[in-house]
């Protein structure tokens, strides 16, 4: 085996063993279309365009991945959409 497969094969298991939560976006019929654009924009550093799409993906499909990542830099985006109002939580 190669030294550079060898790498490869290393960052492969490295990936897998880090844990990815994701934070899931529910449908309401409380808060408007700007406003949750506005605070994914805010809490998820989502581009206007990004954050109007999963916007959309929440109204038709009821729920939406809006961030991915490790639970630790998860939890304070969560919370953020939290107490803007929404509907939101780590899986």
């Known amino acids: 085996m190669s ?3 060898k790498v490869s ?3 492969l298991l490295d990936e897998e063993t880090v844990k990815q939560n994701e934070i ?3 449908n ?3 808060n408007t279309f ?3 654009i506005h605070t994914l924009i805010d809490a998820c ?3 206007p365009e990004q ?4 916007s959309l993906i929440v109204h038709y499909k009821g729920k939406c991945t809006v ?3 490790e639970y630790k830099e998860l939890e304070p985006r969560c919370s953020k959409l939290l107490q803007a109002g929404l509907s939101a939580e780590i899986v």
């Open 34 to 36: 700007e406003h949750v």
């Open 9 to 11: 094969e290393e960052l």
């Open 3 to 5: 030294t550079k497969e």
């Open 67 to 69: 961030k991915t990542g």
């Open 45 to 47: 550093e989502h581009t």
């Open 24 to 26: 899931v976006l529910f």
């Open 51 to 54: 954050a109007e799409q999963c």
């Open 28 to 30: 309401d019929e409380v």
